[in-house]
């Protein structure tokens, strides 16, 4: 399976910048995080010793539209809960995600809009590292699909995501936590659980152990975590940055 | 933050000063561009460009729909520009700017209004279904000059931009896949152009494609739209301090030569994107394993 790439810090004039592109799900998304920003009046006057989390998602060939308002919402009270709004120089600032498509596919009229949630999610938290806002804890997505004979998909395409009875979107933490469980479609608890199961494994390197006690090491056959494509694209770009430091050293 | 954050007022002192003496703070010539560099995305009409620091993706995508009433031969076109919190930290997002509505009126004028793009051709069936053709600006990266880098990128995307086959039988309208038919191109009438222009020191300095920074400390500006015939189809002068009406006439001349070399520019960029797409297209029919 090709993995997904991503690239960090790549505009000029945001604070923060990553491109995501995941080649099977087709979506290519680049995203700018201005942070911390002025607010126009009387927005932060709410939460005044918070920051306010603004969200921005802009489709590619289309206007945006109801499916757009929807993952905004999702994208923005999951990132308000990730990000250290009370850290200092933050409270009353803005922090503003804005997520562009700017290649690869799009979610046609009336198809299921919670496919580009990963794509948007990672691109939104490399872009946030980029731009150094504090962050509790890192977070991996993904999308899996249960076909109508109760096989799990990772990872389904548009056109494949219209075939199947149910779609997930679940996000882990680095530390494990479940922090985002998004489905659509028809589907049983059970069903649930072992698509909880399988996206753990998917999004986290760490080993799951399972419940009668035996370690499982994850699905080698799927290629790299997705946990693991996150940390080596902060790292590289790290290693990048400080070139300068590493080399004098 | 509402606006641009103004360059310090020694900055803007510098840049008039060594205006004075014809130097621009990159080096560059009155009437020479930033180096303009174009690239083409996996999908047709996907137009990646750069202009200097300003940088912008089109994407231009056709749809079947039903014509207006008042125009039932004429099928619809539009270009579709939101200035986000991505390409400069100054624009907000969901709330248009007067800079946006400035540089939508530009485009739509020197684009759309001037017929660039024959809108009779893409009538399927009168009054019952047309094409729209949709180009989506993104900007990514903004560093002045916007109105001449989302013209050139709206206009190469749409000479390269493929359009599915459609044809009418019995009444009924039949829209070929991309793999059934060779997708046709669109019928381009001619090729305008904009060029911006920025005036200094009482009209006695007029440049070319100028930074963000040359034009936060410019006096004036003036656009001109113009194809390689020498057609003027667009001439603005919305704001700023007044213009020697014998500079205009002079400066469409140096907008004519510059929109010549553009499309040269384009057309070679454009040719050897398509010699390229032909090759992998006959790579891909003469392989004799099937994908995998």
Known sequence: MVGPTASLSNLHRADGSASY?????????LGAVNAPIELPARKDALKPEDATIEVFVKPGKATAGVGERYVERILRTMLEKVILGREKG????????????????????GDSYITIIPALLHASLLALISAAVPLSMTFTTTLLGVTRSGQIIRDPSPAAAKAVASLHVLSFSSKGHLLLSESQGRFDFETWELVRQQAASICRAVATTGSDGDTDMGEGADGAHVDAFVRETVEDSLHRDYTWKLESA | MAREAPPALVEQEFILNALKEDIRLDGRGVDQFRPLNITFGEEYGHVKLQLGKTSLVVRISAEVTKPRDDR??????????????????AWENGRSTDYETHVTHVLDRVVRHSNALDTESLC???GVSCWSIRADVHVLDYDGNLTDAA???????LQHFRRPDAVVRDGQVIVYGVEERVPVALNITHKPLSVSFCTFNEGHNILVDATRKEEQAAEGEMVIGINNGGEVCFVSKFSGASLDPISVVEKTDVALLKVKELNTQLDKVLQADLAKRAKLGMADESRA????
Do not use: H, Q
């Open chain 2, 72 to 89: 039932p031969f004429d099928g619809l076109f539009n270009i579709a520009m939101e200035l986000s919190a991505m390409g400069s930290p």
């Open chain 2, 289 to 292: 394993a099937n994908d995998r």
């Open chain 1, 21 to 29: 592109k995941c080649p099977v799900t087709g979506y290519d998304v």
């Open chain 2, 124 to 126: 399927i069936l009168k």
């Open chain 2, 151 to 157: 013209c050139i990128a709206v206009m190469t995307g």
């Open chain 1, 90 to 109: 933050l409270p009353r600032r803005g922090v503003v995600i804005t997520l562009a498509a700017v290649g690869g596919e799009a979610a046609e009229r």
